[in-house]
């Protein structure tokens, strides 16, 4: 499995990755991501990611193999980067595509907006989840093929949308490489195996 080694959460999400018996590979070129079964688009900042895609020429080849059915995980930037859709980004700003969906950026506030909450994640077995999130995007709506796993409960943010599955595809707008809890890369690992 490859974790998109362009800029971000990368070493948090090869471990993550490694600890479910999977072999994890940094993607950093096209050469590597030919090498890979699944990739994981970690978090970060999207607009950024979206420039050193084109710079490395990952952008387009990417964007085939998610076409050809490739699991992809992204988590906050790297849901940005699988919207169809991306509301408040850049005008240069490009994503992978792949999930219907449209995400606002930045949707919570600046980073002194960052915040933490349990989250209740269809799929994921056990307690909820303690999501980390950090100048985090939100969905502001979904095609009829998307699956919403988790909504904010409670606040001002009540009822918005923060993890999504379409097919091979899943994303959250929190950190789950920054808590030690790998039940989330665990489902993305099963949802690998499952496609294979």
Partial sequence: ??????????????????????????????????QVDALV????????????????????????RIAAGMPVY??????IMLAETVLDGRLDQRSFGGIDMVVRRNAFGRQVDSFETSLSVSGI????????????????????????????????????IVAVRQGNLLATAFHPELTGDLRVHRFFVDLVRAAR
């Fill in 1 to 34: 499995m490859g974790v998109l080694a362009l800029q971000g959460d990368v070493r948090e999400h090869l471990r993550a990755v490694a600890a479910d018996d999977v072999t994890a590979l940094a993607v950093r070129r096209p050469a590597e991501l030919a």
């Fill in 41 to 64: 688009v970690p978090g970060g900042e999207s607009t950024t990611m979206s420039n050193l895609a084109v710079a490395f020429e990952l952008l387009e080849p990417i964007r085939a």
């Fill in 74 to 79: 992204g988590s906050c930037a790297g849901m």
């Fill in 125 to 160: 077995a056990g307690e909820p989840f303690h999501a980390v999130f950090i100048r985090a995007p939100w969905v502001e709506s979904v095609g009829p093929g998307v699956e919403v796993l988790a909504r904010v409960e409670g606040g001002p943010a009540d009822g918005r």
